[in-house]
């Protein structure tokens, strides 16, 4: 089993930035691909960035590309989002998610573990 425990979030401005920290614990953490999702008022939780167990094999939704940054440190077992010129759009609860896997998946249906979320707001 893996937990994963989500912080960071917050109220910020737009144009101003956040980091989010996902901790998980349980199973080692390098054996994980970890990804980043959000779930925005009324709408489908969607794929923000993922990142592979070796911190290899990143991926971003087009929508945060260029602003968003995701990174690990195995020796923490943490993975982190840096969000950077936040716009009120990118206003959701963010979600961790794990998966044993070699490769990176960047699918909702393809990660086992989840966190509880951290809520992101951004005021214009």
């Known amino acids: 089993q893996v937990q994963l425990v989500e912080s960071g979030g917050g109220l910020v401005q737009a144009g101003k930035s956040l980091r989010l920290s996902c901790a998980a614990s349980?199973?080692?953490?390098?054996?994980?691909?970890m990804g980043w999702f959000r779930r925005a008022p009324g709408k489908e939780r969607e794929f923000v960035a993922a990142?592979?167990?070796?911190?290899?094999?990143?991926y971003y939704h087009d929508s945060v590309k260029g602003r968003f940054t995701i990174s690990r440190d195995n020796a923490k077992n943490t993975v982190y989002l840096q969000m950077s010129s936040l716009k009120p759009e990118d206003t959701a609860v963010y979600y961790c998610?794990?998966?044993?896997?070699?490769?990176?998946?960047?699918?909702?249906?393809?990660?086992?573990?989840w966190g509880q979320g951290t809520q992101v707001t951004v005021s214009s």
């Open positions: 998610a794990a998966h044993p896997s070699d490769y990176t998946p960047v699918l909702e249906r393809q990660y086992s573990y």
């Open positions: 349980g199973r080692t953490g390098s054996s994980l691909a």
């Open positions: 990142i592979g167990k070796n911190g290899d094999g990143i």
